[in-house]
């Protein structure tokens, strides 16, 4: 077997506007499993908004240099000494959550995405831009058959926080839902809730007249832009945007003891006097909620999967190879998006 492997790494912390290829190929020794792990030689890694947050430091690594990439898919080519749950061969995908300590109160109670212990993978451990990975077993995952590896890559970050903030909303059949910001996870989350919640209305916030559109193709029955008024009052908000004031504008959409679910690792700092101008009476008071969502458990994961593979959610693919990591990072900074973007490794 060979010994060395191609990876795309970050040194340090960066800001794309400067620095245009803040990763660099480089060649690396393969890694070794140790216990009760495996050793995947991956095939396809989605590119996500959140290593943009680990680039540009709003979630910084833990450690450098550091291998980015949480939407892992791959074959197992070798596993540890006590690791016996899959064969070498097998396809296994993984996810945000690289590990929990297992021990502590929120991983007792299926809370481990709170767990303070809680590594995740490309950025507290190698992720996916490279040839190979490892990760427990316990944290690898079966990818149901109608998937090929790349279009199960970007399932499992978008597609699967969009699950959790789904379930999170508590909502029950016939509610009506809204999503604020429509990109790859609100798009994701429309199709889970019209499987899921077949009486519910869905209504749309969105900047562009063209998001707005695709919402009503795909089903939303409203769409419009995030500082209207819905034709009727939501039982609950997942919001997806980046910024303050849609959270704002959310709030006078809910309905009394309605929640507003945020989706988002980090906000930005630019419109965050918005929310100097909340009106409490009118917009938080009468038992309404704002819950964010953080991280993932890997029962999201395997549950998402499933559903996934059930209705099915297939998604639109833009796909790059590994050393070309730098422009598919770039193009999702400055929002040249067609599809979610994937780096075919292998
Ligand atoms: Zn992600
Ligand atoms: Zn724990």
């Not at 908004?49 to 540009?56: A, I, K, N, R």
């Not at 197992?76 to 296994?92: I, L, M, N, Q, Y």
């Not at 299926?110 to 990760?135: H, P, Q, S, W």
Request: hydrophobic share 40%; net charge neutral; proline share 5%.
């Amino acid at each position: 077997m060979r010994q060395v492997m191609k990876a795309m790494v970050l040194k340090k912390i960066t800001s794309l506007d400067k620095n245009r290829s803040p990763l660099e190929l480089v060649e690396l020794p393969i890694p070794i499993p140790n216990e009760q792990e495996v050793l995947v030689k991956v095939s396809a890694c989605g590119v996500c908004h959140t290593e943009l947050d680990e680039l540009e430091g709003r979630t910084p690594p833990s450690k450098f240099p550091i291998i980015l990439g949480h939407q892992i898919v791959g074959r197992v080519e070798k596993s540890g000494p006590h690791a016996g749950r899959f064969k070498t061969g097998d396809r296994v995908g993984i996810a945000w959550i690289h590990s929990a300590c297992g021990k502590c109160k929120f991983c007792r109670s299926g809370m481990e995405n709170l767990c303070n212990d809680f590594k995740a993978t490309g950025r507290d451990a190698d992720g996916g831009y490279a040839e190979f990975t490892t990760v427990s077993e316990h944290y690898a995952y079966k990818i149901p058959e109608v998937f090929s590896d790349a279009e199960a890559a970007p399932l499992l970050c978008a597609g699967a926080i969009g699950y959790r903030s789904l379930r999170l909303t508590g909502i029950n059949d016939g509610d009506n839902l809204g999503l604020t910001g429509f990109g790859a996870s609100g798009h994701l989350v429309l199709k889970m809730a019209q499987h899921q919640y077949p009486n519910t209305n869905v209504f749309v916030f969105s900047r562009t007249a063209t998001e707005q559109h695709f919402a009503k193709d795909l089903g939303a029955i409203w769409a419009g832009s995030s500082e209207e008024r819905s034709p009727e009052k939501l039982h609950a908000i997942i919001d997806t945007t980046p910024a303050w004031r849609p959270i704002v504008e959310a709030l006078k959409n809910l309905e009394h003891g309605g929640r507003l679910v945020i989706n988002a690792i980090r906000k930005e700092e630019a419109d965050k006097d918005a929310l100097i101008a909340l009106d409490y009476q009118h917009e938080l008071w009468m038992e309404k909620e704002i819950k964010s969502v953080a991280n993932i458990t890997r029962r999201d994961v395997e549950e998402f999967l499933q559903l996934a593979a059930l209705i099915p959610i297939k998604p639109e693919l833009q796909e790059y190879r590994l050393e070309d990591a730098n422009t598919a990072l770039l193009e999702l900074k400055e929002r040249k998006i067609r599809g979610a973007k994937v780096l075919r490794v292998g």
